[in-house]
């Protein structure tokens, strides 16, 4: 079976600073990854995924993630955080092939100083 | 194009009361998923669908919650009686198999409060 853990719950970062949300999955195959965001009162969109190809992906937003496959991790990462980012965000990996039923990890909260 | 529409957005009701939320998926996808979530277990999955067809319940908590899907274009979430711990945020989403990465659609989610 899949799973994903987000060792943060919670992040705390001053507006301008770099970002990095870490994430990883269990998973016997190649997986599809997933970067969700949920912004207070609303439903998770999502930022970016990958499912094959160069390893490093870009999203909305000016986000970006690395596929690391020998440390099982899809960490989430921005250069420059604005406080329109602090939000909650949601890992997920899904199975290539057949049924591919996301499962999600706890979330990362993130907290935007000025 | 239309998103996925779920309604109430908020819904305030009374131990033992019935509660009903509604889901629209985005036109053409062909899984349906209903989700809750709340600070104390995260973002759970209750129960998706396959063209219409339940596939998997597993995640319903209790014999309280129903799930249906009469058609490819409305979904609904039933808890009947409701109780104070069914308090979270209910979210449907959808998504297309054919030809895609796994992507889902969340609605803005139904928050539900029980007294």
New interface residues.
């Given amino acids: 079976a899949q799973s994903v853990t987000q060792p943060d719950i919670h992040i705390t970062v001053s507006e301008g600073a770099s970002l990095e949300l870490r994430c990883n999955y269990s998973y016997g195959a190649t997986p ?1 990854l ?1 970067w ?1 965001v949920q912004s207070p ?6 930022l970016l ?1 990958y ?1 094959s190809g160069d390893t490093l992906v870009q999203g909305i937003k000016g986000f970006e993630a690395e596929f690391k496959r020998s440390q099982s991790s899809f960490n989430l990462r921005k250069p420059s955080v604005h406080w329109s980012d602090a939000a909650e965000y ?1 890992c997920a990996v ?1 199975a290539q092939g057949g049924s ?3 499962t ?1 990890g ?2 990362t909260s993130l907290i935007v100083h000025p | 194009d239309a998103g996925v529409i779920q309604s109430p957005r908020h819904e305030v009701t009374e131990m033992g009361q019935e509660v009903t939320l509604r889901c629209k998926p985005i036109s053409g996808h062909d899984y349906l998923f209903w989700y809750r979530q709340t600070m104390m277990r995260g973002l759970e999955l209750l129960i998706y669908f396959n063209n219409n067809v339940p596939i998997d319940d597993s995640g319903m908590p209790e014999d309280r919650f129903s799930a249906k899907m009469p058609n490819a274009s409305f979904s609904t979430l039933k808890i009947q009686p409701s109780e104070p711990r069914d308090s979270a945020v209910y979210f449907c989403a959808s998504s297309l198999t054919r030809g895609s990465t796994g992507e889902l659609f969340f609605g803005e989610g139904s928050r539900l409060t029980v007294l």
């Fill in positions: 599809y997933f969700y009162g609303q439903g998770l969109q999502l995924k499912f949601f899904g591919y039923i996301p999600f706890r979330g």
